[in-house]
Structures are given as C-alpha cells and as structure tokens.
C-alpha cells in the first residue's frame, strides 16, 4: 500500500471511539481494540505490520463477541440495525482502498471507528441498566463490569 499518501489524524483520533463504551462499562477488549486500531490504521498506515492482522482479528472477534452479547439485552432487530450500520462503513472502506480512494477510506473508515463505539456504547448502557433518570449499580453482567462513570462518582464520600 505504497500508494497511501500519509497518515489520516481524523483515523488516528476516530480510534478512540471505541472507548465510548467504558462511560457505562468496562471489558478489556474495548481497550485492545483502541491499542489494535491505532497502531494498524494510525502508526502503521501504508506500511507492512503484524498490527493490521492483529486489528482485524480483534475487530472480528469483538462484532461477534458484542453481536451475541448484544441479543441478551437489546431486541434482535436493534442488533441487525446496529451491525449492518457498522458492516456497511467497514465494507465502504475496504472498498475505498481496493479503489485506491483514500479521502474516501478516511472518512468511511473514521465512521465504521465511530458507529462501532457508538453501538457499544449503546449496547454497555442497556447491558448496564443505565438511564439518565437514575445510576445505575456496579456489577458485572455477560461480560462486561458496569462501573457506570456516575455511579462511581456518586458513591464517593
């Protein structure tokens, strides 16, 4: 991929987005995630890496993982809805760099980082019981430890 013009700050930051899930919950996975994604599509970007098949590894295992996680504690068809979504802006990027349209990949990439957060995000604060009228109680549920960031700051003398 010697034809990558450079790094993109927009990917690099987007990797971070997979921590949105960590307001409501904790699941080490979230965190491999950002560390897989910003050395493969950041630090790594155009260069030959074992970093780019550890983050598809990742990336694959954890769809699957919060997918199945996902049928526990939202409807089905809220999951079909939040994996296509996701799906769709990482096929849109893999598509944009067989075409060799970076700007392109930069942007459906940056949202495939950005739906996939915001889908675990929203799957962490149903999985947690979390609502804005009330905290909710850490504990650890299918995986994940809900720690929810305003119950713990609420529960501090």
């Not at 739906?115 to 995000?121: D, K, N, Q």
């Amino acid at each position: 991929m010697k034809w990558i013009p450079g790094r993109s700050h927009l990917v690099g930051v987007s990797c971070f987005f997979y921590l949105l899930p960590a307001l409501w919950g904790l699941c080490p996975l979230f965190f491999i995630q950002v560390l897989c994604s910003l050395m493969s599509d950041y630090i790594m970007t155009g260069k030959d890496s074992i970093w780019h098949p550890a983050d598809r590894c990742v990336a694959s295992f954890n769809v699957l993982y919060v997918t199945v996680i996902a049928f526990a504690h939202i409807s089905w068809w809220e999951v079909v809805i939040l994996d296509a979504v996701c799906l769709s802006f990482y096929s849109a990027s893999v598509t944009s760099l067989r075409n060799k349209n970076y700007s392109r990949y930069v942007i459906m990439h940056s949202l495939w980082h950005l739906t996939g957060g915001m889908a675990g995000a929203y799957l962490t604060a149903h999985a947690c019981d979390f609502s804005f009228g009330s905290l909710c109680r850490p504990r650890a549920t299918t995986g994940l430890y809900c720690g929810c960031g305003p119950a713990l700051v609420a529960s501090r003398p």
